[in-house]
């Protein structure tokens, strides 16, 4: 099975299926927390226009197996010179083979490329997997991890691309305050 990385754009037909996926995961997950039958899932895929992800400020890609889109990712600019990952996926049926780490170095390669020297993100409380990929992928938590997750809502991890494991560069995107989460 061949495996390929296409730069493209939101709207292409191939990522259709992606999204939409991830669009339910995170109904799914997060429907005790939203009690609002997914459609704050909704609001969240479709939050950024398609142009926040396309060159030079930005980044889409997916992972393609014998022409089926299998996992995705993307960045947009978050400040000059921080990029910040948004949809890395990967299909149900093809997780725990490495996928999603793929993408995390394609689009840090894309942002190094583009100028960024750092990446940010953040992730959900209700999402472990996520968790332990950043963390396995040089992030650092920028937030409390003595306090259980869904104190934060909003999990935020940084990387300095020039000098990975260095965190003194990322102290700007750090938590600066707790919001509790309410069900």
């Known amino acids: 099975m061949s495996l390929s990385v296409v730069d493209t754009t939101p709207l292409d037909p191939l990522a259709a299926p992606l999204l939409s996926a991830l669009q339910r995961e995170y109904a799914t997950r997060y429907a005790s927390f939203h009690k609002d039958n997914g459609e704050s899932a909704a609001q969240e895929i479709a939050r950024y226009p398609a142009e926040a992800f396309a060159p030079p400020e930005g980044a889409f890609i997916l992972l393609l197996r014998d022409g089926a889109a299998i996992g995705g990712g993307a960045f947009k600019r978050y400040d000059a010179r921080t990029a910040e990952l948004k949809r890395v996926w990967t299909r149900d049926d093809v997780r725990r083979q490495g996928l999603a780490r793929r993408v995390v170095q394609e689009l840090e390669q894309r942002a190094l490329a583009q100028g960024y020297t750092r990446v940010y993100l953040t992730t959900g409380f209700r999402q472990p997997e996520a968790w332990a ?38 102290d700007d995107l750090r938590a600066k305050e707790v919001h509790l989460a309410t069900r």
């Open 133 to 170: 990929l950043y963390t396995n992928t040089g992030y650092a938590s920028l937030f409390d991890t003595s306090l259980p997750p869904e104190v934060h809502v909003h999990l935020r991890y940084g990387k300095d691309l020039l000098a990975p494991g260095r965190i003194d560069t990322l």
